[in-house]
């Protein structure tokens, strides 16, 4: 090789020290000095070894500062640990202990099904938090095997399992609720109905008692109304239907009724919910008058669901 490494050999218990190449060693061989069962060793060595064990080496790299030679028969150094003093030793690739999985799938999926399936969120629930203390048991136990599950799939479980007693509640008082509030909503707009049929009634009266005033025809009279509870009710919509007129503007005109009969007569024709109708019989000689008015609800009032008021005209 031709550059100098610092040798050293034994014979017969002696060891000799000193600079020496390859080529020297190779020669000490030739001249029987040493063999191939000599111990020989060099700073690029771990430890003794003989030297028919060796080959030719390669150039070495820059030595370090000459270092003693280790006493024969002591046990190489072993080389420090890469991390360090207090580095962990590697325990080799970890995997997701079993049940991590299934804990963390079966938490979202009780989540998600709390909202509209409770029987199936508590499964679920049961399932998350049972595979979850599995998992972590088990990553306790062997470390070196598996990875520290996580708690995601537990804490969604617990708080399915929170979540359920509220929705359980805010459905049992839905139930209770919310017919009652469509009851209210109900009954408010027949009230409305009664009250917009009632209140142009008296309108229609006091009319017809201008109108004799001033000595109209009756036919005058009749379509001056038609012209006043259309202007007066415009503005005004069917509590239960806004597509239909909240009044029918023709007034009905009939005859030969007394108010008991009108009323019957009157609950025959009175057909779309929430409209208020009119009737009108002009009085005479032997028949009374009377200005009517129906409308149909939705409930019933006295056993019907079409509210009749009559009043008398002269």
């Known amino acids: ?9 034994s014979t017969g218990g002696q060891e000799k020290v000193g600079p020496m190449t390859w080529e020297a060693v190779e020669a000490a061989k030739q001249a029987g000095t040493i063999h191939n069962g000599t111990m020989v060793w060099a700073p690029h060595l771990p430890t003794w070894v003989q030297l028919g064990t060796l ?8 030595p370090p ?9 002591a046990p190489a150094m072993a080389a420090p640990s890469l991390g360090g003093a207090g580095m962990q030793p590697s325990y ?3 995997i997701d202990a079993p049940g991590a999985k299934a804990s ?12 509209f399936c409770f029987p199936a969120s508590v499964v679920l629930a049961i399932f998350a938090i049972t595979n979850g203390n599995k998992a972590q048991r088990m990553a306790e136990e062997n470390p070196q095997a598996y990875l520290k599950p996580g708690t995601g799939g ?8 929170a979540v359920l007693p509220v929705l359980a509640i805010i459905g049992i008082i839905s139930a209770i609720a919310i017919p009652a509030l469509l009851s209210q909503r109900a009954r408010a707009r027949d009230k409305t109905a009664i009250y917009n049929m009632e209140g142009h009634l008296g309108d229609l009266v006091g009319e017809w008692d201008k109108g004799k005033e001033l000595g109209r025809p009756e036919s005058d009279i009749k379509t001056a109304m038609e012209t006043s509870l259309q202007q007066t009710t415009a503005n005004e919509k069917n509590p239960w239907n806004e597509a239909v007129p909240a009044y029918s503007y023709t007034i009905a005109v009939t005859s030969g009724q007394t108010a ?7 609950l025959e024709q009175v057909t779309e919910l929430g409209q208020a109708v009119y009737y009108i019989q002009y009085p005479a000689v032997y028949q009374p008058g009377y200005i009517v008015g129906a409308v149909r609800i939705n409930g019933v009032v006295k056993g019907s669901s079409t509210v009749v008021k009559v009043a008398a005209i002269e």
């Open 1 to 9: 090789m031709g550059e100098e490494a610092v040798w050293y050999y």
């Open 55 to 62: 080959m030719e080496p390669a150039p070495p790299a820059p």
């Open 65 to 73: 500062p000459p270092m003693a030679p280790p006493v024969m028969g």
């Open 92 to 94: 080799g690739m970890q």
């Open 104 to 115: 963390l799938n079966c938490g979202i999926g009780a989540l998600v099904t709390a909202l």
């Open 154 to 161: 537990k804490t969604m479980a617990i708080i399915a399992l």
């Open 260 to 266: 008991d009969s009108f009323e019957e007569a009157v």
